[in-house]
Nanobody
């Protein structure tokens, strides 16, 4: 399995932006499709975005479409989540995840077999 470490979370005002990063260990990063999930207090973990191994295909939750962008740099073993026009309802712990199966849209957490520890994103109104 790959080890994942997220960074870039913090406190931002509504309408602001943040970029999350997820650094992966090992030499096989490009063999994984990657995803971002989030979990708000008292709520279940939910899908945010995913990206295929080569980065040619992406998928987004409707709630973030047009505001968030997922990307990856296989040379740096890193996946990113650019978050713009942030809203208070985006407040959550954000998790990076890696999967090795067939990539369609990878919206289900069960498709992933490695998870990071999470990074807190707080959006104030």
């Amino acid at each position: 399995q790959v080890q994942l470490v997220e960074s870039g979370g913090g406190l931002v005002q509504s309408g602001g932006s943040l970029r999350l990063s997820c650094a992966a260990s090992g030499r096989t990063f490009s063999s994984y499709f990657m995803g971002w999930f989030r979990q708000a207090p008292g709520k279940e973990r939910e899908f945010v975005a995913s990206i295929s191994r080569a980065g040619s295909r992406t998928s987004y939750a409707d709630s973030v479409k047009g505001r968030f962008t997922i990307s990856r740099d296989n040379a740096k073993n890193t996946v990113y989540l650019q978050m713009n026009s942030l809203k208070p309802e985006d407040t959550a712990v954000y998790y990076c995840a890696a999967g090795q199966g067939t990539y369609y849209s990878a919206t289900y957490s069960a498709e992933y077999n490695s998870w990071g520890q999470g990074t807190q994103v707080t959006v104030s109104s």
